[in-house]
């Protein structure tokens, strides 16, 4: 099993391009989540989906959007970069009726 | 969700034990005490979690107070691999798995 893997791991943008973080789960894991973190800071929130077919905000979701394309993938899409997003995302899945949840390596966004 | 409160950082030795505390005054009776490690550069992984009674596993041992207001990770013998942020964690019973996760305590471990 490869966990959770996340697509890319670097990426430079400048101001108002957009771009989409892919994630993808093969542990047959029913929610799947969204987070971001700021240098020195714990993780926050952004999007979560507790199943394949809904999304749902969490603490910070201003300036994203997510889809859950099937039960492996969660996708988190950047409309207009911004670099108050300049930040590492990552992307986490849990088996339902579990307490763990799992993490991905993080993809570091760098805005300029 | 309640909020936790750990000291920012810690020190420790090599092959000795360390007790990382977490105070959670406010905690309710469904919330469950998660902790999390994130070593350097990685994604956060899970270490432990529990409700009321002491747990152990074959990463370390959670100690919680009688009347579950603070709570205590202990790592038996730490190694340098240990050295990582540890995020105590209140999860609420039934709800969507959501973590919310403050600063952490880093701890630093010395050969």
């Known amino acids: 099993n490869a966990g959770v893997t996340q697509t890319p791991k670097f990426q430079v943008l400048k101001t108002g391009q957009s771009m989409t973080l892919q994630c993808a789960q093969d542990?047959?894991?029913?929610?799947m989540y969204w987070y971001r973190q700021d240098p020195g800071m714990g993780l926050r929130l952004i999007y979560y989906?507790?199943?394949?077919?809904?999304?749902d905000k969490g603490e910070v979701p201003n300036g994203y959007n997510v889809s859950r394309l099937n039960k492996r993938e969660f996708s988190l899409r950047l409309e207009s970069a911004a670099p108050s997003q300049t930040s590492v995302y990552f992307c986490?899945?849990?088996?339902?009726?579990?307490?763990?949840?799992?993490f991905g390596p993080g993809t570091r966004l760098t805005v300029l | 969700d309640a909020k936790t409160t750990q000291p920012n950082s810690m020190e420790s030795n090599e092959e000795e034990p360390v007790h990382l505390p977490c105070n959670h005054s406010?905690?309710?009776?469904?919330?469950?005490i998660h902790w999390y490690r994130q070593l350097p550069s990685q994604g956060p992984e899970y270490v432990i979690h529990?409700?009321?009674s002491n747990v152990n596993n074959r990463m370390a041992s959670l100690a919680i107070a009688e009347d579950r207001k603070s709570s205590t990770l202990i790592l038996h013998r730490a190694t340098l691999r240990d050295a990582a942020v540890y995020y105590c964690?209140?999860?609420?019973?039934?709800?969507?798995?959501?973590?919310?996760f403050g600063k952490g305590t880093k701890l630093s471990v010395k050969p």
């Open positions: 986490a899945s849990r088996l339902a009726g579990n307490n763990e949840q799992f």
């Open positions: 529990g409700l009321t």
């Open positions: 989906s507790a199943s394949e077919g809904t999304t």
């Open positions: 964690i209140l999860r609420e019973t039934g709800s969507q798995g959501n973590l919310i």
């Open positions: 406010t905690i309710s009776g469904t919330d469950y």
């Open positions: 542990m047959n894991h029913n929610s």
